[in-house]
């Protein structure tokens, strides 16, 4: 009972401040509920996955909002004769409610701060008639709201096709399935990931190439997205190996893909094909291009940034590549902002995922010599980065990204007018 009551404090300052919020930026009751509903729909999901019998609190879970206070609460309730175990993860279930509490008060507030949010016209609210409108009115670059929605099509069309997939690869010969994974796997990326961003930014914006940022960057950037793909990829690899104690067990379907890229029996352009080139080009279309655009629209580059970084991780679903993506898309972020253009953060995202191919089909009997040994070394989990190698790799992706941002912040040269100007006109909007 105790706990119950202090963990009921930061999850009512949480619903509390998201209902605040949702209700401050409705213009009316009516559509208050159409942001409500999504709303109740996504606690409940939650609360439903945590009535499993199967699935039991660890340190990943414990992190998530909701679901950390509800498991802690069924293992203390089912385990009340011996729930010593458990208080372990109370601290960590306790200070992430609280931080999850204090983002969405930040948000209220932030609602109550917006002059076009508290003084704009209340109206009638119909979705039909708010889709002619978005139709009827368009901008050069999608809205936060558009942005949004975009990835709620694209999670919701991934949970629509899931039994779907998995069925088909099944159903297929064994000796094809292999093959018939990496088909649905680009048909995915076409259709569920770039389709819906392509047919937004066609269909509401008025100007497709800022919004997708189709422009040239100089040659600078094209070298940042050769070289620090190299350099982050063995940081990411080893932080994620010494966090596995904090992650959940691989689903079955995970592993088998990561088999499948192993499996030296593969064609190596068709796994290249499925897991380099298209999710490179169509994840960056969806999240670097529609939604960062949509995000930054406040002028919030931060923001912006920081949003479409975890909407991509979000994405892959799995925990362990939920973390990894989504510091990787805090990179790829960074470089599409100051770069104004797609294609750097494409090439990045190319070469990342080639490494973990290669790595992957690195014989298990290869032993580094003439002092290779010093930088690398084989395990049983295939190749693996020693620290000589990190240190190298950490302070040239410290100087890239440091140089990427250097590269947006005008010289003492320039006009006022260009220094006053928002860092939404200068980085998100320069169609150079």
Known sequence: LFWIVILLIPLSALFSALCLSLATFARSSKEGQYYLTPLLMVTLGLTVFCLSPAVEINAFYSMMPIVGAALLLK????????????????IPVLVSSIGYSLLALWWAIDQFQREDVLFREAERFEVGLWLKHLMRTKDALPSFAEAGFCFVIIMLLQFAVMNSMRDAI??????????????????QQLAIIATPALIMGIMLTTSVRKTFRLFLPNWGFWGVGLLLPFMLHPLSLELSASLQWFFPKLPAGAAAIIKEMSDPNQSLWLILLAFAVAPGICEEIAFRGFMLSGFGRRGRVWLAVILSSVTFGVMHQIPQQVFNATLMGLALGLIAVHSRSLFPGILFHFIYNSLSIFRGRVPETWAPENGLQHFVTMGPDGLRYSWPLLLICGVTAFVLLRWVILQSRPAPSESAELLTESSYDRRLTDSK
Do not use: H
């Not at 293992?75 to 109370?90: C, D, F, K």
């Not at 099944?170 to 048909?187: D, F, H, K, N, Y």
């Open 170 to 187: 099944l159903t297929a010969p064994e000796s094809m399935r292999a093959v018939r994974s990496m088909q649905l796997l680009m048909i």
């Open 75 to 90: 293992g203390m309730l089912l385990s009340a004769v011996n729930a010593g175990a458990l208080y372990v993860y109370a």
